[in-house]
């Protein structure tokens, strides 16, 4: 059992910059592929970003490339999602999941969530 923990959302202004943290609890976070995705008030959950197990493939969503920037660092088995140039429509709970490969989650095919963290982008 993988718990995933995210910490870093909180409230800034439209073109401001936010890094999003995800700790994982187990030992064997290599072996998942990591990513992100974020649920706007009355929409559905949408994928926003995916980094492979080895980290040498990542993948986004349209509406946020060139903007942010998803990373994993092995010895603190934690994933970061830097969101730079925010718009308001980033605004949602943000979600870490892992899953068997970097492919499989960017499709939906999670393992593991996290309980999400808030990112509020105000004009």
């Known amino acids: 059992q993988v718990q995933l923990r995210e910490s870093g959302g909180g409230l800034v202004a439209a073109g401001d910059s936010l890094s999003l943290s995800c700790a994982a609890s187990e030992g064997t976070f290599s072996q998942y592929g990591m990513g992100w995705f974020r649920q706007a008030p009355g929409k559905e959950r949408e994928f926003v970003a995916v980094?492979?197990?080895?980290?040498?493939?990542?993948n986004y969503a349209e509406s946020v490339k060139g903007r942010f920037t998803i990373s994993r660092d092995y010895a603190k088995t934690t994933v970061y999602l830097q969101m730079n140039s925010l718009k308001p429509e980033d605004t949602a709970i943000y979600y870490c999941?892992?899953?068997?490969?970097?492919?499989?989650?960017?499709?939906?095919?999670?393992?593991?969530w996290g309980q999400g963290t808030q990112v509020t982008v105000s004009s």
């Open positions: 980094i492979s197990r080895n980290g040498l493939w990542r």
């Open positions: 999941a892992a899953g068997p490969t970097g492919q499989a989650l960017a499709a939906g095919e999670a393992d593991y």
